[in-house]
Nanobody, 118 residues
Framework: QVQLVESGGGLVQAGGSLRLSCAAS????????MGWFRQAPGKEREFVAA???????????NIANSMKGRFTISRDGAKNTVYLQINSLKPEDTAVYFC????????WGQGTQVTVSS
């Protein structure tokens, strides 16, 4: 029932910034963990960032150690959308970025290509 559609990818020069968006088809999104993964050519898919529902009323963020400082994840429940802000882009960031949702990452989007030129 949950369908995810990514957008915002494209060709960007090194040092630039980009914000990716992931829109969910239903309000069910607001109750699920939401995250981003990426896969570069010839490499395995890796975790980028995620948000989860805490024991309180706040969604907390988790970002891969190697990406802290440049990557920021956020979400807007009213819009059923999660975002990934990437600053100071590097050629090594070139990859297909996937949006995922669910406690076991059971829902996936089709991915959006991010290409960083040097």
């Amino acid at each position: 029932q949950v369908q995810l559609v990514e957008s915002g990818g494209g060709l960007v020069q090194a040092g630039g910034s980009l914000r990716l968006s992931c829109a969910a088809s239903t309000r069910t999104f607001s109750t699920l963990p939401m995250g981003w993964f990426r896969q570069a050519p010839g490499k395995e898919r890796e975790f980028v960032a995620a948000t989860r529902w805490s024991r309180g009323t706040t969604y907390v963020a988790n970002i891969a150690n190697s990406m802290k400082g440049r990557f920021t994840i956020s979400r807007d429940g009213a819009k059923n959308t999660v975002y990934l802000q990437i600053n100071s882009l590097k050629p090594e960031d070139t990859a297909v970025y996937f949006c995922a949702a669910g406690g076991s990452w059971e829902f996936w989007g089709q991915g959006t290509q991010v290409t960083v030129s040097s």
